[in-house]
């Protein structure tokens, strides 16, 4: 046996979680696919998916982490990175990808009972990340419609990296702590941002939101490397919250 | 025989609780069944826990086959095998498990573990293991255990909820597992499970170590005997009242050979463990 990083193992540990957990699993999907027969609004979609996405996240952590189920775990003959690596295979990739599916099914399944049993035509709603907004064109407001998968997904693995990292932190409430964390370290690093912008370049506008890494720098006075280095450090946030859960993995006690 | 465990200067402790393990030291050699007595809240299964690396100590180092036991290397973890107290609650069926888990254990033997399955009569066809009852679902886990061929099995009150022919079939079974390769430690009450199978008696009290000995050192030590009446003797270690009259711990002068009494034994060291650790010592 090596050290090394073996997607083998990975794959044993999926396979793990997916024999472990067929039926609650194709329960669940079942019922999210119904629920977006009835409610395929890009918006609830979207919510579903977040918030699923971290009661999921929650739920594999404190599953697979705790009492003699987390004894069993943590002996399994893996690396802590292969363990973290199926854990973000899961909760990110795995519940995106099966959302969409879930969507997808979902809408054809509306859409052929429509067709076939009343005979209704109705298009295919596939304006999941799409996002429609107006664009002042020489004078004339005009639709433009961009594709947010990536923006949809990048928030998506932020989210679930954020709540990965929370689980593995707090042993009790995830959620609230999670939550009261980010915006406590949010709010902290927001003031610094705006304290260091207003000294040196007396910036008269930010974008409103909590977390620092999402604020458009929008003034003009901020010179462009700045800007450059706040979108790479949107980008590298995630991977690095995926990082720190490592190593809390590695020194997680049962 | 080889050195399998070796924990020295070890220091733990629950947060925000007191020490539990003070300058704890232990070294554990294949070749040899661990019997681990000692009252409850002593720290036995904490001692188990540290010793595969599911707890970390405050200070000390513990080696486990040649690895530092908490930073959790799947090699140590794969010659490591651990059955809690509480054990693991799954719904996949025998034969899904095997799939999933043999390949994580490259010294799995199929034979031993159909063997040790059969000798416990437990049904390899089962649709779940969670359709078990408590009992066989211990015998499942300590017959894949035992399977895995890992160099040390820690094995946390392994007959509690087995049944009579069951604790036979363990004590059978430990005997037949143990070889030059490996080592297994017994966490128990049930001493009498372990009187005829161990080699080796480690008792903790009061978070320490206070009695290690080979079960050997133990005869050549004291012998084990029953009276009707009270003996007044200054041999006599200990002595206590049974239903069966006195069983007394006397220490053993002519080289007389007698069955261990873990319970007396135990008992013995707990009211005086420093004539017992001077007698050994001697």
Redesign the interface.
């Known amino acids: 046996?090596n050290?090394d990083f073996s997607f083998?193992?990975v794959g044993?540990l999926l396979?793990?979680y997916f024999?472990?957990n067929l039926?609650r699993e194709i329960m669940f999907w079942c019922i999210i696919t119904f629920t977006f027969t009835v409610l395929d609004n890009r918006v609830f979609v979207l919510l579903v998916m977040f918030v699923s996405g971290l009661i999921y996240s929650i739920r594999l952590q404190k599953e697979l982490m705790k009492?003699?189920?987390g004894?069993?775990y943590?002996?399994?003959?893996?690396?802590?990175s292969e363990k973290l690596a199926s854990t973000i295979i899961l909760n990110t990739l795995y519940h995106f990808g099966m959302t969409f599916l879930s969507y997808t099914i979902g809408n054809l399944l509306v859409i052929l009972t429509y067709q076939f049993i009343l005979k209704i035509p109705v298009p295919v709603n596939w304006d999941l990340f799409q996002n429609t907004t107006l664009v002042n064109s020489s004078g004339f407001f005009q639709p433009e419609i961009k594709n947010v998968f990536w923006s949809v997904f990048g928030l998506f693995a932020f989210s679930q990296s954020l709540f990965t990292l929370g689980s593995l932190y707090f042993d009790k409430n995830v959620v609230t702590k999670t939550i009261f964390s980010v915006l406590g370290i949010g709010l902290g690093l927001l003031l610094l941002q705006l304290l260091i912008f207003k000294t040196y370049w007396d910036v008269k506008y930010l974008s409103n939101a909590i977390f620092p890494m999402f604020v458009v720098v929008s003034d003009s006075t901020i010179p462009g490397i700045f800007k450059t280095t706040f979108l790479v450090g949107s980008y590298l946030f995630t991977p690095f919250l995926w990082v720190v859960s490592y190593y809390r993995l590695?020194?997680k006690?049962? | 025989m080889k050195k399998i465990v070796d924990i020295s200067r070890l220091e733990f402790c629950y947060k925000k609780q007191d020490k539990l393990l003070t300058n704890f030291n232990l070294k554990l050699y294949t070749g040899s069944i661990n019997g681990l007595l000692g009252k409850n809240g002593e720290g036995k299964t904490t001692l188990l826990?540290l010793i595969?690396?599911?707890?970390?100590p405050i200070k000390g180092d513990i080696i486990v086959n040649g690895f530092i036991a908490k930073?959790?290397?799947?090699?140590m973890?794969?010659d490591?095998?651990?059955l809690?107290e509480?054990?693991?609650?799954?719904?996949?069926s025998i034969k899904?498990y095997n799939?999933?888990?043999i390949?994580?254990?490259?010294d799995f033997s199929a034979t031993k573990f159909h063997k040790y399955l059969n000798e416990f009569n437990i049904d390899i066809g089962i649709s779940s293991i969670s359709n078990l009852s408590h009992g066989q679902k211990k015998k499942f886990f300590i017959a894949f255990g035992l399977a895995t061929n890992a160099k040390l099995i820690l094995l946390d009150e392994p007959t509690n909820g087995l049944d009579i022919p069951s604790k036979r079939q363990f004590r059978i079974m430990m005997a037949d597992a143990i070889n030059d390769k490996c080592c297994i430690v017994i966490s128990t009450h049930q001493v009498i499970d372990l009187e005829d199978i161990v080699d080796n008696v480690i008792m903790l009290e009061k978070h320490e170590i206070i009695f290690n000995q080979t079960k050997e050192t133990i005869c050549n030590k004291l012998i084990f005997k029953s009276s009707e009446n009270k003996e007044l003797n200054n041999d006599i270690i200990y002595s206590e009242l049974t239903t069966d009259g006195y069983q007394q711990l006397v220490e053993n002068k002519t080289g007389e050979k007698s069955k261990i009494d873990l319970e007396l034994l135990f008992n013995a060291v707990i009211t005086d463990h420093h004539r017992i650790k001077n007698l050994f010592n001697s």
């Open positions: 046996m050290i083998r193992r044993l396979k793990r024999f472990e039926y009492g003699s189920n004894m069993h943590f002996l399994i003959p893996a690396t802590h590695c020194e006690e049962v | 826990k595969s690396g599911l707890l970390f930073q959790r290397n799947p090699i973890l794969h490591v095998f651990m809690p509480e054990i693991y609650e799954t719904s996949l899904m799939d999933i888990y390949p994580f254990y490259p």
